[in-house]
Each structure stands twice: as C-alpha cells, then as structure tokens.
C-alpha cells in the first residue's frame, strides 16, 4: 500500500472519533435542548404555514424500513457468495443509527458529509476477515443508509420551507429512489460493455476513481483484514493512534475558542479538515484547487462585496453549477467521446497528467 494511500487510512481514523467529540461539545447542549423542545409544540411560521397540508403517517415510514430490511435479508441469502450473515445486517443497520445524528448537524452546518466506509470496513473486517464481498455489502447497507437518510432529510426540510406538501416530498423522494436505481444499474452495464478497456487510463475520462477506490479497500479490509494491515505486526499500525489524536484534538481548540471569542479559533471545524483530507483518494489535487477557488469567490468576495446578490443567486449559482456539470458531460460524451475522439490538450491535461502534475507520474524508480 502507498505511504500516501496509508496516511489518508489514518486521517480517516481521526475524523471518525473527531466527529463524536466535536459533536458533544459544540453541539451537546444544543441535542439536549432540541430534545426537550420537541415535546412541545413550538409554533414557528413555517410549522404554522405548513399545518395546511397532512403529515405523512409514521407507518408509512415503518413499512418502508421493514420491506427494505426484507429485501436486505433476501439478498444475503438469495446470494450465499456474498457471505454476510443474519447479525452482520443487523450490526451494519445501527451503525448509522448511532453516526446518524452528529454527522447531520455536521452536514447542516457546513454542508459537507463525513462518511462511515472507514468504520463500517473496520468492524466487519475485525468480525469477517478474508470475506471482501460481505465487507463492501456491509459498508453499503451501513454508509449509504446514512447517507441516503441526510439526503432525505435535507430534501424534506427544502420542502418545508418551500411549502411542499409533505407527502408529496415523499412520494417524490420514494419514487425517484427507486427510478434512479435502475436507470443508475442499467447505466453501469450499458458503459461497461459499450466503453473499450473502461476504468483504465485508455479509457480517459472513464477512468472510474472511485471504483479503483472501493476495490482497493475491499482487497485491504475484507482480503487481508484490518488484524493483519493495522495489526502490532503491520508498518501501518502507528495509524491506530490516529483514533486517539481524532478524539483528543477538537478538544483544545473548543477550549481556545471559549476562551478568545472573536479569535480565528472559532473557525476550526476539525472533523471537516478530516474529512475533506481523506477524500484524496479518489480525489486528486485539481479538486481542491477548484473547490479553494469557488468557495473563495462565492463564500468570502461575493458574500462581502456583494451581498445583496449573494443573498439571492448564490444557492441558484450553486444549483445551477451541479446540474450544468451534468449535463455537460452528456453532451461532452455524445459528441466527443461518442465519436471515438479525445481532444488532448492543457485544460484536460491528457492520459499523461490526470491531474495536471506531470511530475506527479514521472518514473522515479528507474
């Protein structure tokens, strides 16, 4: 494994137990109090507002849960390869009961998401070692239904404010998560066979990252197993102690910040930095360098030269850069890549430089 690949192991170790201690004490008091408050009627305009249209019945959501808990079970056994048993679905399903909530106030409040494939692929790899199916089926059923549940209710929550009714977002919502899989699964298959040498370097730009990515984790927690790749035994072990300064590390700085108010120290988010530094791999430098260069634009000149503007395009802007890089890689795909051509130039930086580092690929070794 690369010195860089295994350091990003460890940087994701500290954003785990960073995000339960960051959590409890920016935020505790805060869970205790909304806690209280929810068992009350707190009529704020939009609830008021929304009181027009019917709730969704909480049985709709407990039926939902248990036909796709069905689903689950009959997948692990309708498959045996996969080599899951009945407690690891049961175990990956309250994982993100427990990680659900402090990385959703993360999400709320910086709009970045934490992942769990670190500690999803930690737990099964020490329960199951030498099984990379039941790691990856147990890091999807454990990570995804976090993150499909923050969707959901970041979705649910535009809806509030838009004054959509509720039932309608969960239709919508429901339906276009059952549409999305297939046409995402038939997707999948119609590039693997149509696209020559796919997720390879010929294939530029489907050189697929992030299936390289979960590929390598499954050879590295569910393969070999974290006993044996973090193990006494194992170079790699000192990544352990990453756990450690994960959890020690927000606590300093919440104490500076207590102490010096209008300091800079308010700012650290230290599961955030975490977070965004494990993202390399798959991620590659461009990304940081444009991500620097749009949040500077949008979040600091924009925000302070231009507010009034700010205040009512930046979350269109936003909106309309996702859906403008979607659309452009369709159109990119059926008249440049469909045609069998590539243009090789200094914006795409070719097959010889992903990431525009040339140096990045030089052969040192020889």
């Given at each position: ?53 019917p ?6 959501y ?9 689903v ?121 066979s149509?696209?020559p ?74 599961p ?22 749009l ?43 469909g ?28």
């Amino acid at each position: 494994m690369a010195s860089f690949f295994a350091f990003t192991y460890g940087i994701m170790f500290a954003g785990v137990t960073s995000i339960l201690t960051h959590t409890f004490l920016y935020h505790g008091k805060d869970i205790v109090s909304q806690f209280r408050k929810s068992r009350s009627e707190d009529e704020d305009i939009h609830r008021k507002l929304m009181r027009a249209y019917p709730e969704v019945p909480t049985w709709w959501y407990i039926l939902i849960f248990f036909c796709s808990f069905g689903v689950s079970f009959g997948v692990i056994y309708g498959w045996p390869e996969i080599k899951l048993p009945w407690w690891g679905l049961i175990l990956a399903i309250a994982i993100p009961v427990i990680f659900t909530l402090p990385i959703g106030i993360i999400q709320a409040v910086t709009n970045q998401q934490p992942g769990l494939n670190i500690i999803t692929e930690l737990v099964i790899g020490y329960a199951l070692p030498g099984h990379p199916i039941a790691n990856v089926t147990f890091k999807t059923y454990g990570y995804i239904s976090m993150a499909q549940c923050l969707t959901f209710v970041s979705d649910l929550k535009l809806g509030h404010y838009t004054k959509v009714p509720p039932k309608a977002m969960f239709w919508v919502q429901t339906l276009g998560t059952m549409i999305a899989g297939v046409i995402n699964l038939a997707t999948a298959r119609w590039l693997m066979s149509s696209v020559p040498n796919i997720c390879t370097d010929e294939a530029y730009p489907f050189t697929c990252p992030s299936a390289h990515t979960f590929y390598s984790a499954s050879i590295i927690w569910g393969t070999i197993g974290p006993g044996k790749m973090f193990g006494g035994d194992s170079p790699y072990a000192v990544m352990n102690w990453f756990f450690l300064i994960g959890f020690l590390i927000p606590i300093p700085f919440y104490f500076l910040a207590k102490k010096f108010p209008n300091s800079p120290f308010k700012y650290v988010h230290i599961p955030l930095i975490f977070n965004a530094t494990g993202m390399m791999p798959p991620a590659v430098p461009i990304n940081f360098s444009m991500w620097c260069a749009l949040g500077f634009v949008s979040m600091f000149w924009l925000r302070k030269y231009r507010r009034n503007w700010w205040i009512k395009y930046n979350y269109l802007t936003s909106a309309a850069f996702d859906s403008g890089c979607a659309i452009a890689a369709l159109i990119i795909w059926g008249v440049v890549q469909g045609s069998g051509y590539t243009p090789d130039w200094w914006g795409n930086g070719g097959s010889d430089s992903f990431d525009h580092c040339p140096l990045s690929e030089a052969p040192y070794a020889s």
